[in-house]
Nanobody
């Protein structure tokens, strides 16, 4: 069983919007709960970088390049985190990874490709 499953990536023109989702499934999430959830992205040859995070209480954090364009949210009852991406730019093109923290344990999704054409 894959603990984190992302969906919603794809190809969009610059200026367009996409929403990616990540659902966490498994007993560890139900039993212990999820602390922070987040989205990271990676392009070939570069390190994975933080895009946005959200705590269980709803506090959010964004990297500067996406502030005002991206919105992270979560549904604690569904153990799901979302990333609404508006005004997309070609430089947002990357594989987007979901992350979930359970205590000191870190879980990653398999990644979903987001491609923004100019």
């Amino acid at each position: 069983q894959v603990p984190l499953v992302e969906s919603g990536g794809g190809l969009v023109q610059a200026g367009g919007s996409l929403r990616v989702s990540c659902a966490a499934s498994g007993s560890i999430f139900r039993i212990f709960g999820i602390n922070a959830m987040g989205w990271y992205r990676q392009v070939p040859g570069k390190q994975r970088e933080l895009v946005a995070t959200i705590t269980s209480g709803g506090s959010t954090n964004y990297t500067d390049s996406v502030k005002g364009r991206f919105t992270i949210s979560r549904d604690n009852a569904k153990n799901t985190v979302y990333l609404q991406m508006n005004s997309l730019k070609p430089e947002d093109t990357a594989v987007y990874y979901c992350r979930a923290d359970v205590g000191t344990l870190v879980y990653w999704g398999q990644g979903t490709q987001v491609t923004v054409s100019s």
